[in-house]
């Protein structure tokens, strides 16, 4: 039979209302364009497990020669991915991962150490006296959710007077977190620190407590750092952030692979970690230019 040498692509992605998904979707599109023979299909499920499963149904019909998948939630993408999988169709995970090991690859960073980095800037940060601490976390049933909060307690722990006084969930958005960080204040008298499980979180919190005149009274961690004017590297140079950590989104490395599997058969490694940089104000101009930041 003759060689293939076109091939199809479908990226599905959990929420395109978030710059970072943006990010990662701009990612895949410009590293996909160097490569002529590839052709990306992109699926926006807008935060819904049901339009992500139909997303990915929908691509098996269009015979997709490879699947991209950043997941909105684990469990509810499990069997779709593994369907995917187990017709033959290569499967590179992103960011968010999936329930069990049917897949080709996963590509993402680490959200245990990105979180236990956050949970020791704090324990430093509030030093012996220590201090209360608002969590406001992600989706509850997304991956980087849990391990972003299991990676911070541990971090904490070397600061016995650091206690965590508040966590609530809002899923990875600022207006959310805006709404969920109003009656946090409201009950809260003393907060010294709330950290965001990514940046549009520690940002929405900001906004609740600056209209309640008490942004000077606590610090605010994120999580995304991505190098635009609205990203959280900016706004550790403009002071609302104290730290953020920069999560790579893997969309550059999701085609390098996809490369490797479709054109040259290669068996890639199961698993590609992404490395993080702690972003504060001694180092946030630099990384800003690093990372490509106009
Ligand atoms: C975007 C996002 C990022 C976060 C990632 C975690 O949807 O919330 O801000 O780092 O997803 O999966």
Redesign the pocket.
Known sequence: PKKKTNFLIGMSQ??LG????VAMNDQIAAAASKHPELKVVFADAAQDNSKQIADVENFIQQKIDLLII?PNEAKPLTAVVKKAYDSGIPVIVL??KVEGDAYTQYIG?D?KLIGKKAGEFVAKLLGDKGGNVVEVK??EG????KERHDGFMEGIKSNPNVKIIVSQNAD?LRDKAITVMESILQANKKIDVVYG?????AEGAYIAAKNAKREGEMKFIG??ALPTLDGGIKAVIEGRLSATYV?PTGGKEAIDNAIKILKNGEKVEKSITLDTVEVTKNNAADVYKQFGGK
Do not use: F, K, V
């Not at 499980?197 to 979180?201: I, L, V």
């Open positions: 959990a929420n978030e710059p970072w998904r950043s960011d968010r960073g959200n992600g989706l997304a991956t980087p959710q990875w499980h990514n940046d549009p979180a999580i995304d999560y």
